[in-house]
């Protein structure tokens, strides 16, 4: 997913850390209401999806205000994060070989 890094270093510039990490929670808990309303047919595709494209833009500036906060280069926690998703997906990929392999267990 691709945001524009002149966006994400303005927000760290204008808004303070606290702001940010707050903001993020908030939008992870719009997220959460978001699903349990999509799955009882209270809302649309739509409005799911938005909640989603704001957790990753809030995700997005977190990491850089936070990377800025611990080391003053909002490019340092990028190559951790990208590690991790690696990691993640290769977990992912394992699983489901695995249940492809046995789909009993």
């Known amino acids: 997913i691709d945001i524009p ?3 994400v270093q303005r927000s760290v510039v204008l808004f303070h850390p606290d702001d940010q ?10 997220l959460i209401v978001a699903v349990n309303h999509y799955r009882r047919g209270r ?3 739509e409005p799911l999806v938005e909640e989603m494209a704001d957790v990753v833009l809030t995700i997005s500036q977190s990491l850089a205000t936070l990377s800025n906060i611990t080391t003053g280069n ?6 951790m994060f990208q590690n991790m998703l690696l990691q ?7 699983k489901i070989e695995k249940q492809m ?3 009993t267990s």
């Not at 990490?21 to 719009?30: C, D, K, T, V």
């Not at 909002?74 to 190559?79: G, H, M, R, V």
């Not at 993640?88 to 394992?94: F, G, P, T």
């Open 101 to 103: 392999t046995n789909p």
């Open 74 to 79: 909002t490019q340092n926690l990028d190559p």
């Open 43 to 45: 809302i649309g595709l």
């Open 21 to 30: 990490i707050n903001q993020m929670l908030e939008e992870l808990g719009e």
């Open 5 to 7: 890094e002149d966006l």
């Open 88 to 94: 993640k997906a290769q977990k992912l990929r394992s």
